[in-house]
């Protein structure tokens, strides 16, 4: 988790870290996750003249620069602000919503205060405000003037344009918006803005001189009058393009879920290789359009019409967080994939909690994140970056394969133990592993092992296969491969000492023949420990690859234990003695056992050749998901067998304090009459008197009848912990 953290992921729940790994799908957001979030104005269309830079104040008359400037200052958030930095050269820092930030830097840019402006008109002075929201994708200020109201209006381009019937034209004036003058905007300025990957915003006021009925929002917010059209650069970031590639080689579909125009969703996704040149048509949708494919008449929705849109749609414009939600829900219950999509989402709104919660995985905004986006989420990205997404894909694959090694090196050590031992004591009457050995065998299997092979750092190799979706099992057919093909290795080379090592190594005495330490027990110890040794080297790689040695020196841990191992099993060989069971052996046995280990290594390129469709399909474990009923009752079953141990444990406890007390009270007692005898020889039987009666009261304190008053047939044993 730590190390994770060093990647940028924050894990809230642990168990997402490893579901991340198969994730089949992301669904990002645009704004700050494939994009830099430094948002600027860089095209601008004013008095009827579409420029690419930020025209001159001779441009423009004083009245359409004060109009925008008021416009644009006071209809945004007050929270939103452009600070300047204190070094020369710096690009100044954005506080808030950077669209309004990029506005308000675009208003200093003409050379106007848009703090002065504020100051001017104080949030208190505000007649009403129409926040914004995704379904009217605008936002208005109302102020009062002495001729009546002034309505200023910012928002999506096509959306505020269309709510225009009038524009400034060329002089400054007012002239009329026709449907003709309309289609040529979008088409002239607002397509020709989204084509170069351009947020749009128009910007629009109205003066009214008496007043509207404020709840009536569509009339209100009518016949108003274009200031003007600017397109908003979003940079995608320069690494974006390269961790979509990584993910689409790993399997991973990313679908971009954003609020801009299908234009500039359009762009933005083929900056970020999510689209590709021969992509488009179904590949992309709006909100309302996805709406309306994805529910039925009745506006109720329906998962097998879904099923015919979501593979191949990869962008989802203007949409909104109910739009996101339902996309992620239908994913995951969609029943099309043969393994189940398991579904990764961005967040960073209030709004993307629902998204959030119900997704697999789901990834908060740390920086531009709110709170409940933040608590809703599983993981949250530190830095706000799409490659940090990936970051977590591989590390969940990396736990995925820490746990297949582990269970594949532990299973195969487990089936070569209890067979040889079941085995030796029905031919023998003694298992051929005594107890001492089979604990350092234990220790082996479980401590050192799970360090080992649980602490290999991951690898872009992890994103070189697909993901395992839902209903994977955890036992797959190569790991099952590899356990019975060791495992017969292993208990061929087991039997063969077992029963022909006295002949084979020209012994006085096989292990069976006495208690005490012999060659041949030493010799049976000594080669199952090497061929675990080794077979660990084996189990580093669970999916048929062949370089079992491959980044071995990146694992420093693995090789500590390796070593410290192989160490610590010559000590317990040479020198371990009664203790241990074993008796030293000279160097042509010595050889011969770690031949047996070595052979491990040739006999895993043998298992490798070996196909996998061998196994029967049948034949893996954990194929079928957990219910959420079984899945309640199992942690149930867990909650009780915990408490169990733990009254247990405090049972036990609580008679270790009672022995402890009644011992040092019968210490005291006993060292003040051995004081008392000191003092006053006389007084030996008043004191042999009183230790015996405080002996017994000790133990009737207890609920318990003292040694000289047995419990009879009829008594009630009271003791109570």
């Keep these: 988790i730590n190390a994770e953290y060093g990647d940028n992921n924050l894990d809230r729940h642990l168990d997402a870290c490893e579901t991340m790994g198969n994730a089949t799908a992301i669904c990002s957001d645009k704004t700050g996750t494939l994009t830099t979030n430094r948002m600027s104005v860089v095209q601008s269309f004013f008095i009827g003249k579409l420029v690419k830079h930020v025209p001159s104040r001779?441009?423009?008359?004083?009245?359409?620069?004060?109009?925008?400037?008021n416009s644009v200052s006071v209809n945004s958030s007050y929270s939103s602000n452009v600070i300047k930095s204190a070094e020369p050269g710096q690009l100044p820092k954005h506080l808030g919503n950077k669209t309004e930030c990029a506005l308000l830097q675009f208003v200093g840019e003409l050379g106007e205060d848009y703090e002065a402006i504020r100051k001017a008109n104080p949030e208190e002075s505000f007649y009403k405000v129409y926040t914004f929201n995704s379904k009217r994708k605008c936002m208005a200020t109302v102020l009062k003037t002495e001729a009546?109201?002034?309505?200023?209006?910012k928002g999506a381009a096509e959306v505020v344009l269309g709510r225009c019937d009038q524009i400034i034209g060329e002089d400054g004036g007012n002239v009329g918006l026709t449907a003709k003058t309309y289609e040529r905007l979008v088409e002239e300025v607002i397509e020709s803005m989204a084509n170069d990957a351009l947020r749009t915003i128009c910007v629009a006021y109205k003066d009214v001189t008496e007043e509207p009925d404020w709840e009536d929002e569509d009339g209100t917010l009518k016949q108003l009058t274009c200031i003007s059209i600017v397109g908003i650069e979003d940079p995608v970031r320069p690494e974006v393009n390269d961790a979509i590639v990584s993910c689409k080689k790993a399997g991973v579909t990313i679908r971009m879920v954003t609020g801009d125009n299908l234009i500039t969703a359009r762009s933005i996704a083929r900056k970020c290789g999510i689209l590709t040149g021969a992509q488009?048509?179904?590949?992309?949708?709006?909100?309302?359009?996805?709406?309306?494919?994805?529910?039925?008449d009745n506006g109720q929705f329906n998962q097998d019409k879904f099923d015919l849109v979501w593979p191949s749609l990869r962008v989802l414009a203007r949409s909104s967080p109910s739009d996101k939600y339902v996309l992620v829900t239908g994913i995951i219950n969609s029943k099309l994939s043969k393994n189940r999509e398991v579904v990764a989402v961005t967040g960073d709104g209030t709004n993307d909690a629902p998204a959030l919660k119900a997704a697999d995985v789901g990834f908060a905004m740390g920086i531009a994140g709110t709170d409940v986006a933040k608590n809703a989420s599983d993981i949250i990205l530190t830095d706000d970056n799409f490659t940090s997404i990936v970051k977590a894909c591989m590390w969940g694959r990396n736990v995925y394969d820490s746990i297949s090694k582990f269970l594949q090196f532990q299973l195969t050590v487990n089936v070569v133990a209890v067979m040889l031992c079941f085995i030796g004591s029905c031919a023998h009457g003694a298992s051929p592993l005594r107890a001492v050995p089979m604990l350092?065998?234990?220790?082996?299997?479980?401590?050192?092992?799970?360090?080992?092979?649980?602490?290999?750092?991951?690898?872009?190799?992890?994103?070189?296969?697909?993901?395992?979706g839902r209903t994977k099992?955890?036992?797959?057919r190569t790991m099952l491969k590899n356990i019975i093909g060791h495992s017969v290795y292993q208990m061929v080379v087991m039997l063969i000492i077992l029963f022909y090592g006295q002949t084979l190594f020209k012994l006085d005495e096989a292990s069976y023949d006495t208690d005490d330490p012999t060659t041949h027990g030493t010799i049976l110890f000594n080669a199952f420990v090497w061929m675990q040794i080794f077979n660990e080297i084996n189990s580093r790689k669970c999916h048929g690859e062949r370089n079992v040695f491959k980044g071995i020196f990146n694992n420093y841990i693995f090789v500590g234990v390796i070593v410290g191992t192989t160490c610590a099993q010559i000590v317990l060989i040479q020198f371990g003695g009664h203790a241990f069971s074993t008796k030293g052996l000279n160097w042509y046995e010595w050889l011969i056992c770690v031949a047996i280990g070595a052979f491990e290594l040739i006999w895993g390129q043998v298992v490798a050749s070996i196909p996998k469709t061998i196994i029967p399909s049948g034949m893996r474990l954990g194929t079928q998901p957990f219910t959420q009923e079984e899945a309640t009752q199992a942690r149930m079953l867990w909650m009780r067998s915990l408490k169990r141990v733990q009254h247990q444990i405090r049972v036990a406890n609580a008679f270790k304090r009672a022995g402890h007390e009644r011992h040092r009270r019968l210490s005291l007692l006993a060292e003040a009459s051995s004081n008392s005898l000191k003092s006053n020889p006389s007084d030996a039987s008043q004191a042999h008197w009183w230790t015996k009666k405080s002996s017994d009261s000790d133990i009737k304190l207890r609920g318990m009848k003292p040694a000289s008053q047995p419990l009879l047939e009829g008594d009630e044993d009271d003791t109570n912990v």
């Design 58 to 69: 001779n441009m423009l008359t004083p009245e359409v620069i004060n109009l925008f400037s």
């Design 148 to 153: 009546g109201f002034r309505i200023f209006v």
């Design 280 to 296: 488009d048509g179904g590949n992309i949708l709006e909100g309302k359009t996805f709406h309306k494919l994805v529910h039925d």
């Design 440 to 468: 350092w065998v234990n220790l082996i299997m479980d401590t050192f092992a799970s360090l080992a092979l649980a602490t290999e750092p991951p690898t872009t190799d992890l994103l070189n296969r697909k993901p395992y």
């Design 473 to 476: 099992p955890l036992i797959s």
